[in-house]
């Protein structure tokens, strides 16, 4: 006669059992009988394990501690683009897109928005840089991540969602002014975010592997850290009365 | 008229953050005991609640109501818990060398001595438990939590753990086997 091994009497202790066969050989079975008893005093022993009752206003506590930082997450995404470096920024890009929109129409090489080249330029610069080493960040935290078994990126893809739109503007802009190199480079992060924004937000170490191989492949984190050693050059003044290329 | 999950769920989706406290103090308690029996320890519990209602409010747009909302948060509370108990594990290798791991753990039993009188006391059976659960991998930790404290079946637990199903069925399996070879010889010395 065969007895039942140790995972098929855990399944008949939590009730998981569907199969009328296992209670049936229990009835008949002393053997299986005495080692489902002793299976169930440890179990049972377990329940000793007893967590302690919170106070009443426990929750009231809880939400005390918690409501400055959901305060803080709702106003991220305003504080992100209120910070100094991000507001001239964001003043840069609406020039940049006016301006390209008016110059389009009226003449393409005529200045925009009373900026001069250098100036839109440097600004640019620092935009595209600051996103670059947001991006990077993310990447590097992926390829970095040393978890086994299932893998959670649903603060990865959160962060990934919020700088694709960005990367496309970045984009654009970078393919009007004629930079190929940024817009290349963009054109490629601009995939790998869509990519990691849209993955399942759990992975199996398998999937993960996979993700992680794509973007090592991809070279991308490479790509980024020369583009952005190149703006950071871009970025430092010229020397008086040294031209500059316009963006 | 106490509001419904749902209802508080879509105003916090509107934007109304303190719609969220009515969540919060409804679901709590818990999650702590959740959190607790997964760590351990209050201290840690508690910072697992915080997380996990933080984590929950951020992807509260990917709610989609298909479960409730107790349950979608104890996915999150799960998950929460798993990730801070492999980054605990972690910390511990590298600052113990794994064969001292288990010594700790066999004198931790042992130092219960677990004579039938001793073990009549829940207080000093409890004592044992923890080092038994400690012993257990993040993942056979979760596992079993949810399946013997928190009576979820082992597709659900699959389901909030994003593995299959056989491998949920094992991680329990694994943490019963590790847990009846730690703790039977107390537990049949006390029945005798």
Redesign the interface.
């Known amino acids: 006669m065969k007895h039942l091994n140790?995972?098929e009497l855990?399944?008949h202790y939590?009730g998981?059992v569907h199969d009328g066969g296992v209670e049936q050989h229990l009835q008949g079975c002393e053997a299986c009988r005495a080692n489902l008893e002793?299976?169930a005093?440890?179990?049972d022993?377990?329940d000793?394990?007893?967590?302690?009752?919170?106070a009443a206003a426990?929750?009231?506590r809880?939400?005390h501690?918690?409501?400055p930082?959901?305060?803080q997450?709702?106003e991220r995404w305003w504080t992100g683009w209120l910070a100094p470096r991000r507001l001239v920024a964001a003043a840069a890009m609406a020039a940049l897109l006016i301006g390209a929109f008016l110059a389009g129409r009226v003449s393409q090489r005529r200045q925009m928005a009373g900026l001069s080249g250098p100036v839109r330029e440097r600004i640019m610069m620092v935009a595209v840089g600051d996103h670059l080493e947001r991006s990077q960040i993310i990447l590097v935290e992926l390829v970095n991540n040393e978890?086994?078994?299932?893998v959670?990126i649903?603060e990865e893809q959160?962060r990934a969602e919020d700088l694709i739109g960005e990367n496309r503007l970045y984009r654009q802009a970078a393919l009007k002014s004629g930079d190929r190199a940024v817009s290349s480079v963009l054109d490629e992060l601009e995939r790998v975010l869509l990519e990691v924004a849209h993955s399942?937000?759990?992975?199996?170490s398998a999937e993960f592997e996979q993700v992680r191989q794509r973007i090592e492949s991809q070279g991308i984190l490479f790509k980024i850290r020369v583009v952005s050693s190149n703006l950071r050059e871009r970025e430092v003044p010229p020397p008086q009365g040294k031209a500059n290329t316009a963006l | 008229m106490e509001q419904s999950d749902a209802a508080a769920v879509a105003q916090v989706r509107a934007g109304d953050s303190d719609a969220y406290r009515v969540l919060v103090e409804r679901h709590s308690h818990s999650v702590f005991r959740l959190a607790f029996r997964m760590t351990g320890n209050e201290h840690d519990a508690e910072d697992l609640v915080q997380e996990t209602f933080l984590r929950a409010y951020r992807q509260i747009g990917r709610f989609d109501g298909r479960a409730s909302f107790g349950t979608w948060l104890y996915r999150i509370a799960a998950n929460c818990s798993l990730d801070f108990i492999r980054s605990r594990q972690r910390r511990r290798e590298q600052q113990t060398p794994v064969d001292e791991q288990g010594q700790e753990l066999e004198s931790a039993v042992a130092a219960g001595d677990p004579t039938p009188d001793r073990l009549a006391f829940s207080g000093e059976l409890q004592q044992l438990l923890a080092p038994a659960l400690e012993s257990l991998s993040p993942m056979e930790r979760t596992a079993f939590v949810l399946r013997h404290y928190e009576g979820v079946c082992i597709e659900e637990i699959g389901k909030a753990l994003g593995v299959h199903s056989g491998a949920a069925k094992h991680s329990v399996f694994r943490a019963v086997q590790k847990l009846r070879k730690a703790l039977e010889p107390a537990v049949s010395a006390a029945k005798s």
């Open positions: 140790e995972d855990v399944l939590y998981e002793s299976l005093r440890v179990l022993a377990m000793g394990l007893k967590a302690p009752e919170p426990y929750g009231s809880v939400w501690r918690i409501a930082q959901l305060a997450s709702a978890s086994k078994g299932t959670d649903s959160r399942p937000s759990k992975l199996d």
